[in-house]
């Protein structure tokens, strides 16, 4: 055996190791003598994914993104021609143009179909390789850089230099990458998270004030103020701050009764919420008080003054009988406002969330479709997160096969319009299934005292269901609920019916969407109830050859989200779209089909209820 090679290696050994030891002696004499904790896991985002993503590229000369044009879907909706009311936005002048038509005039700085477009402070381009949040003095925003690359402008970098760590943490370079390794006691990619930074299990984080920018996953939080979740930029705000710390920073909170802090997060383009990684703070041990002085008491739990609606995932193809669902939403945020105007959350009408007494000692489901929302968001874009009793009547159906003894699995949506009666879509029914239903409740596999599980007794899918390869048609099905002590689903602040329609929305109406966007085949779906705003589609342009053409018929209709994408395609399969009229809540359709998901001239199709009111009382009423 030749053993000069081994001893070449040996040779090696003994002296490359003394320069690392001594590469690493020099590497510990850091100004800052605390100890630090072993390099993190890498969660974040890398150099490389940042440069590869669209969102953050560089281009020569901001302007304007063509993908956030919604005239395409304005003119696909051919609204009803009528100017009164008035569907022009920011004072624009309506002038009618025939029987369907209408043409407004639009005061500067604004334009497009409805006068919706105003000026854009956060063009394509503005901040290179960083988010544009806006801000309330000239020039009305602001570049937040993705380390590490550098302000003002976000297209120069340098790793580490600054020191982007904080709190005396060491950084680290890894090529155009680094680590902050932080003393003990700090945490965060930053070393921001300080040793005390906690939430209160008793307010669910309300009073939450802490610096965590990260979800429990790892993810970056988008500012609050970012252009991604606000209006884009035509009447900047003057004041961020309020009673929800909520303001100009990334830092998680809890402003609308959520059950932890959570934070907006963006993938590509669609915008998502997720919970963060916040620790509970420690139960505090019981201590023996004395009259010596007063007692401590918190500060008053903050009052939300704002409104939130949906994420997206998919919607069923109508090529399987089994759900598949619809997306997270993508957002688009709400209008900064000089102000704004903070409403008074409704005051609950007294009616008990859970009720023992007989079948007659009192009355419910006298009416329908009247919400009471327990909180509001006005600052942030609504159509992400639901609010608490904002969608009273959504219902989560859920299965598992018969005679089984395995946990029931959420499947579709639906919607209950008495307190043994509900809705969905037919697709979703199967016969080898057990069924329940969940009212009242926010997110899916958690047990809250507001939630209500009941047993589905009978699904009758309508008796003319059919699929095809190019659509659903007749989707649509009854749910007979089973009854406790004479009641199934009973009536509180966050368990409502909607009403069915008396009379047709115009195209170019408004109206919700609601669901979790959650099935067996949706991995990022979200277990928190979401809504969203969509806009009616006429039928003539639903039918028409660029769209859905012959395969739509008068049982359905179309409708899409006033800023297009993926959004036309949220919501949960057999789930409500309910308009509003005159402050009642009508469920004019039930999430059926579409063409995969957010594509151009391929808006959501919606089973339309109106046509089925016969059907649905001759079910409800034979029973």
Known sequence: MNSKPLFFC??????????????QEKHGKHPKQEKHTKKPERKY??????????????VDEPGEDDSDDPDWLYELQE???????????NNGVCEEKGKRRFKCDCPKPFKGKKCQKGPKRCNRGTCGRGECVLTSKPPFYACKCKQPFLPPDCKSLAVCQPNPCKNGGLCVKDGMDFDCLCPEGFSGRFCNVGPDDCY?????GESYRGNVSETDDGEECLYWNS??????????????EDDDGLGPHNFCRNPDGDTQPWCFIRRGRVLLWD????????????????????????????????TTTTKPTTRPKPTTTTTTTTPKPKPTPAKPSAGPEKPTAPKPSGVPRQTTASPTSDKQFTSCGKPQPKKAITRIYGGLKAVPGAQPWQLSLQVRPKGSSQAYRHICGAVLIDSCWALTAGHCIDPKDQMQVVAGSLTLGKDVPIGQTITVEKATRHENYKETSRAVYNDIAVLKLKATDGRCARESQFV????????????????????????????????????????????ESCSSSKVYGSAIDNTMFCAGYQQGGVDSCQGDSGGPLTCNKE?????????SWGDQCGLKNKPGVYARVSHYLDWIKSKTQAA
């Open 10 to 23: 040996l040779f090696l050994v003994l002296l490359i190791l003394p320069v690392q030891l001594h590469k």
């Open 45 to 58: 985002r890398r150099h490389e994914d940042i440069l590869k993503d669209p969102f953050f590229e560089i």
């Open 79 to 89: 609204p009803d021609g009528q100017c009164n009311p008035n569907p022009c936005l």
């Open 200 to 204: 209160k299990l008793k307010d669910d």
């Open 227 to 240: 252009h991604f979740i606000l209006e884009k930029g035509s009447d900047p705000f003057n004041d961020f």
């Open 275 to 306: 919970h963060c990684g916040v620790r509970e703070c420690a139960k505090p041990t019981a201590m023996v008080t004395t009259d010596a002085g007063p007692k401590p008491t918190t500060g008053p739990k903050p009052t939300t003054t704002t």
């Open 496 to 539: 409502k019916a909607a009403c069915l329609p008396n009379s047709t929305f115009s195209d170019g109406t408004e109206c919700t969407i609601s669901g979790w966007g959650a099935t067996e085949d949706s991995d990022n779906g979200s277990n928190h109830l979401l809504d969203a705003q969509v806009l009616l589609i006429s039928q």
């Open 583 to 591: 402050g009642s809540h009508f469920i004019y359709g039930i999430v």
